[in-house]
């Protein structure tokens, strides 16, 4: 015999409630006890359990309709059985009587989860923590009167994917251990020093942000012709040697000045952005490397662009720099073309939002028109974090780049 599904009363002050989200569809088989729909009343979010095995037959209440306490919202029967519409009529016995009977009917009102239905639980949540696996009893709401939301799902995910990595990973250094043990022709070392701080960021860097890594090519002949010019017209100033690298800083800096989202620290879950310029320069050391700040960039022309790179980067191998050097950049440029690499995935050097890789330039065959030019084509890689912004402004910005150096010019101006 088909059984009615009611609106339960959930408090001596509920006289109506709202079908949030019904978990099952119509025709769905369903279990005793089995979750079938989230109902709610203005204080408190709870689920509907199935009366009885057997099959949803009908829905008479859709998600976010409201109705009184009392009301069939739906039924559960056998397959191809007719729901009796007597059944759909309000009880008329006094609130108390009603709500005994209901409380019985839909088996929700147990003493031993009282505290599973004082959660207030968004429905996107709901479904999300089903899907993920996730137990809203475990986590603290951040919404109004302590609701979970979505957010605080994704969350408990991201939790949940780090708890696992590191369960992985403690797994995977007690195997690496294990074969050490039993190799004789291996040096060990322990990891100190810079190699220690080096290795705590970036694998800091990949597990609280997320990265993403979009390449991009920028024909830079007509760059390397420029830069030869002014290599002749600065030959009274010797200290002056411009490189390749001080014009991609300045055609960065410039794209930093458009793009402000991508001059952006990512703390606390604030966004910071700067109106400055303060351009980190990655710079390799035989035991690691340093990134060396050039503080207010966007106020030096290229000259001193290039002083400034030189200048760090001679006194970062001499082990020179103080630390004050090395602090409050807010995107950093890093270049592995002078080993021959074209594109690669940078690492982010959190709280910055960006990083800018640069491969090395090399000959390349390109259509213009209808005929094959030799062109220099250098690779650029851009990793930014997601979390701040996404990949089509982080294109448009990388496209900023790639203008400045296809047209040179522009960085003198």
Sequence with gaps: MAVGIFMPKLGMSMKEGT?????????????????????????????????????????????DETV????VIGYIGQEGEKPDDQSNETPQETPKQAMQEVAASVGTIEPNRTSRHMLRVSPAARKLAREAGIDLSHIKGSGPKGRITKADVEKAIQLKQASLQRVHEKQTIAETTEITAERKDVTVKPVTGMRKVIATRMFASLQQTAQLTIHMKADVTELLELQEKLREELQDEPDIKLTITDFIARATILA??????????????????????HLGIAVALE?????????????????????????????????????????????????????GVEFFTPVLNPPEVGILGVGTAADV?????????KRKILPLSLTFDH???????????????????????????
Aim: proline letters at 4%; one cysteine or more.
């Design 19 to 63: 079908v949030v989200e019904w978990l099952k569809k119509k025709g769905d088989k369903v279990k005793k006890g089995e979750s079938i729909a989230v109902i709610s009343s203005d204080k408190i979010e709870t689920d509907i359990e199935a009366p009885q095995d057997g099959v949803l037959l009908d829905i008479l209440v859709e998600q």
């Design 365 to 373: 065959p390109v259509f213009i028109g209808d005929a094959i030019h």
């Design 287 to 339: 035991n690691g490397l340093v990134v060396p700040v050039i503080p207010y960039a966007e106020k030096l022309s290229l000259k001193e662009i290039s002083k400034k790179i030189k200048e760090l980067s001679v006194r970062a191998r001499e082990g020179k720099l103080s630390s004050e050097e090395m602090k409050g950049s807010t995107f950093t440029i890093t270049s592995l073309g002078a080993y």
């Design 256 to 277: 930093l000045c458009i793009h402000k989202r991508m001059n952006s620290l990512y703390q606390n879950g604030h966004i910071h952005t700067y109106d400055s310029v």
């Design 387 to 413: 979390q701040v912004i996404d990949g089509a402004p982080a294109s448009q910005f990388l496209t900023t780049i790639k203008n400045y150096l296809e047209n040179p010019y522009k960085i003198l101006l």
């Design 68 to 71: 009184e306490v009392g009301k």
